[in-house]
C-alpha cells in the first residue's frame, strides 16, 4: 500500500521561505512521476509542480514559477518543495503526489493528476 506523508510546513511571514519533504513508500520511486499539489479553502485542487519520472521534466503553474524548486532523492524515496518569496496566496494545505499514467501526467508543459490526498498534507499559512 502507498502511503505519503508530508511535512515541514508551517506559519509564516510574506516572503519567507519554508521547504517542504514528502517521505514516500510502498512504490519505488524512481520511475514515477512526482508532484505537490495544494488546496486552498474553499477552492478546487492547484498542481503547483511535477517531476517527470520519463524523461526529467518539470512543470511549475505559473503562481509559483521563479519561486519554487521541486526535487526528488530517489535512493531515499523522498521529494522536496523549496518554496520562497511565500506570499499569503500561497496558504493552503499541500500535498505530495506520486503515480503513473493514466492518474498522473507529467511534461513541461502541464500537470495533470487525480488529485487523490494519499497523505494528510501540511499546512503552510502566509500571513503577516
Known amino acids: 500500500q502507498v502511503h505519503l506523508a508530508e511535512s515541514g510546513g508551517g506559519l509564516v511571514q510574506p516572503g519567507s521561505s519554508l521547504k517542504l519533504a514528502c517521505v514516500v513508500s510502498?512504490?519505488?520511486?524512481?520511475?514515477?512521476?512526482v508532484g505537490w499539489f495544494r488546496q486552498a479553502p474553499g477552492k478546487g485542487a492547484e498542481g503547483v509542480s511535477c517531476s517527470s519520472g520519463a524523461d526529467g521534466s518539470i512543470h511549475y503553474a505559473d503562481s509559483v514559477k521563479g519561486r519554487f524548486t521541486i526535487s526528488r532523492d530517489n535512493a531515499k524515496n523522498t521529494i522536496y518543495l523549496e518554496m520562497n518569496g511565500l506570499k499569503p496566496e500561497d496558504t493552503a494545505v499541500y500535498y505530495c503526489?506520486?503515480?503513473?499514467?493514466?492518474?498522473?501526467?507529467?511534461?513541461?508543459?502541464?500537470?495533470?493528476?487525480?488529485?487523490?490526498?494519499r497523505g494528510q498534507g501540511t499546512q503552510v499559512t502566509v500571513s503577516s
Open positions: 510502498g512504490l519505488t520511486l524512481d520511475v514515477y512521476h
Open positions: 503526489d506520486a503515480d503513473l499514467p493514466p492518474n498522473f501526467y507529467c511534461t513541461s508543459d502541464y500537470y495533470f493528476s487525480a488529485w487523490v490526498a
